[in-house]
């Protein structure tokens, strides 16, 4: 009964192609969120959802593209993938208000060879 | 300056011992204070909500410093599972969710 899931766990790949990373939560809860974690471990958030509406998108660039077909699951998708792009991404839920603890998901480590 | 700042270690510390560190925030409208943990190659996972008051959760202790905008944790008798990275986290403060710190890494030695 995993709560936030997230596929793949990893994912390696060539520069120029484009992947999505998905993620669902059976918590009920109302915001999703998707944070990167880079090689010096620096946690930093790049977007999130509230009942499928985007409320906060940091400066990422725009080949990166969150999609939130319900409250349950947010995906990402990210064209013509760089190397600068290889990290940790992390998917994470809460309920209520910005500022309520997060629950993470196991986390997709992507490689960009 | 960082918005949430913290000591990045390693603090390499006897098991059984007390260890102790703080985190500083910048953003004084800030409203939620937490701690978690992230073992190796794992997500981070709460470890407690950090009070006013101040808060005590069995060997961890928590407590919130507004007027200097620090956040404390202490792990009393430290125990080898302990070791892991403990990052600090503050919210509420905007739209912005929480930020995150870049952690502070724990090293529990036999």
């Known amino acids: 009964d995993t709560a936030v899931s997230q596929t793949p766990k990893y994912l390696v790949t060539q520069m120029g192609n484009d992947k999505s990373i998905k993620c669902e939560q059976n918590?009920?809860?109302?915001?999703m969120y998707w944070y990167k974690q880079d090689s010096k471990k620096f946690l930093k958030i790049m977007f999130s959802?509230?009942?499928?509406?985007?409320?906060i998108n940091e400066t990422v660039p725009n080949r990166f593209s969150p999609k939130s077909p319900d409250k349950a699951h947010l995906n990402l998708h990210i064209n013509s993938l760089e190397l600068g792009d290889s990290a940790v991404y992390f998917c994470?839920?809460?309920?209520?208000?910005?500022?309520?603890?997060?629950?993470f998901g196991n986390g997709t480590r992507l490689t960009v060879t | 300056r960082k918005e949430v700042e913290q000591d990045p270690g390693p603090f390499n510390v006897p098991e059984g011992a007390t260890v102790a560190f703080n985190c500083t925030y910048s953003?004084?409208?800030?409203?939620?204070f937490f701690w978690y943990r992230q073992d190796c190659r794992k997500e981070p996972k709460l470890l407690m909500s950090?009070?006013?008051s101040g808060n005590e959760d069995g060997r961890f202790t928590a407590q919130l410093n507004r007027a200097s905008q620090y956040i404390s944790l202490l792990i009393r008798d430290s125990k080898l599972s302990d070791s892991a990275t403990y990052l600090c986290?503050?919210?509420?403060?905007?739209?912005?969710?929480?930020?995150f710190g870049k952690g502070t890494h724990l090293i529990i030695q036999p």
């Open positions: 953003n004084s409208a800030s409203q939620s």
């Open positions: 950090v009070y006013s």
């Open positions: 959802y509230n009942n499928k509406e985007l409320i």
């Open positions: 918590l009920g809860h109302d915001t």
């Open positions: 986290v503050v919210g509420g403060g905007g739209a912005d969710g929480l930020t």
């Open positions: 994470a839920s809460s309920q209520g208000k910005m500022g309520s603890p997060l629950h």
